[in-house]
């Protein structure tokens, strides 16, 4: 629902990224989402559609590479079946804490950028 | 993870080299938090309040819970002992702020025009504007939304999460982020309790699975039951901030 406000401070981070490197336009930017972000791939795609609309930058796509969480238990000692959206903490089958990597990746991986050309603004 | 973006690394020559331009596409290697810019204004307001020996309370439910109705009764018992401020964030109108200000007690609302959460940088500008006093506690109300103000960091001490009686007893389940975020989860309008079918034992099970550990109080503004020990748990967490402090 937030993905407006995300979509934005990706573009920010962006532009700051490109910045050191002229003036220019971006051409593509990669980003990860892990399922526990609370952030929907889709959404945040719209989002993005809109919020580089009408820049130097509209029509640059976003790429979303999709963070899978893992959980396994210390004492089953096996990985666990995650239920879509469950968020549940303990083991199902022994009521051991599970340990959970990943799937709260929310990060600005990539951007491809492309400058304008070298002195093209004197031809 | 690389967290300077002065660490970036250049890649003229990859696969996207374009013939139309000198230097194609560079490719920028960023690998950097999205939401980093506010994890760092956060880091900085926390710093702040650790200096300040201020206790900040970030206020999270859906609408309608009772969000200013138990800050009002909080506020009133709590301001003849401490200095309390108020942050309120709705998407419009002033009225929450007015509510609290018409107790004596300071408060600042920022309107955020449909954004649906308060991120750290309002949070610095409510404070620069909102003149507050030296506080013992600054509440911050968040929007109303169960999503979205989980992944801002504010600064705070701590998130509670509120849930009233009437929105059901299945919440924490079906909202598990804020719940496992929240170190107290206080159960609203308790007085309303023999007239709804709510199970709070299955809310507390919910919580204790989500949230090993973390307090659940029960408060009924309308009455005043259960806000003494919520103000209790104030004063006792104020304490042990200043404890730290010295």
Request: proline residues 5%.
């Amino acid at each position: 629902m937030h993905e407006t406000g995300v979509a934005m401070e990706i573009y920010r981070a962006s532009l700051q990224a490109a910045e050191a490197h002229g003036p220019g336009r971006l051409e593509r930017v990669r980003v990860a989402v892990g399922e526990l972000s609370a952030v929907d791939p889709e959404l945040l795609a719209y989002a993005w559609e809109a919020v580089v609309a009408g820049t130097p930058d509209e029509g640059c796509p976003l790429e979303v590479e999709w963070h899978r969480a893992r959980q396994s238990c210390a004492a089953c000692g096996q990985d666990k079946e995650r239920a879509e959206g469950s968020w549940l903490p303990v083991c199902p089958d022994c009521g051991q804490f599970l340990t959970v990597e990943g799937g709260r990746e929310l990060d600005l991986l990539q951007v491809s950028y492309l400058p304008d050309e070298p002195g093209g603004a004197h031809v | 993870m690389c967290d300077d973006p002065s660490h970036s690394h250049v890649h003229a020559h990859g696969p996207f080299r374009n013939l139309g331009h000198e230097h194609g596409p560079l490719q920028v290697q960023v690998e950097r938090r999205v939401l980093e810019s506010n994890d760092v204004e956060a880091q900085h307001l926390r710093e702040d309040f650790a200096e300040d020996g201020t206790l900040v309370v970030n206020l999270i439910s859906s609408p309608g819970s009772g969000k200013t109705t138990l800050l009002e009764a909080t506020v009133a018992e709590l301001k003849g002992t401490l200095s309390v401020g108020v942050i309120e964030g709705d998407v419009a109108t002033e009225r929450d702020a007015d509510r609290i200000r018409a107790l004596g007690v300071p408060a600042f609302q920022v309107v955020t025009g449909g954004a649906c959460h308060l991120d750290a940088r309002q949070v610095n500008k409510a404070l620069r504007k909102g003149k507050f006093p030296d506080l013992d506690v600054l509440f911050i109300e968040n929007v109303g939304n169960l999503v979205c103000p989980t992944s801002y960091d504010l600064g705070e001490d701590f998130k509670a999460a509120l849930l009233s009686v009437t929105e059901g007893d299945d919440k924490p389940f079906k909202y598990p982020g804020i719940f496992s975020a929240a170190q107290v989860t206080l159960i609203t309008k308790t007085d309303l309790m023999p007239h709804v079918s709510f199970d709070l034992e299955a809310v507390k099970g919910q919580i204790k699975t989500l949230r090993p550990g973390g307090e659940v109080l029960m408060a009924s503004a309308q009455t005043g039951t259960g806000v003494d020990a919520w103000c209790g748990l104030l004063a006792a967490r104020l304490a042990s901030k200043r404890a730290r402090r010295t």
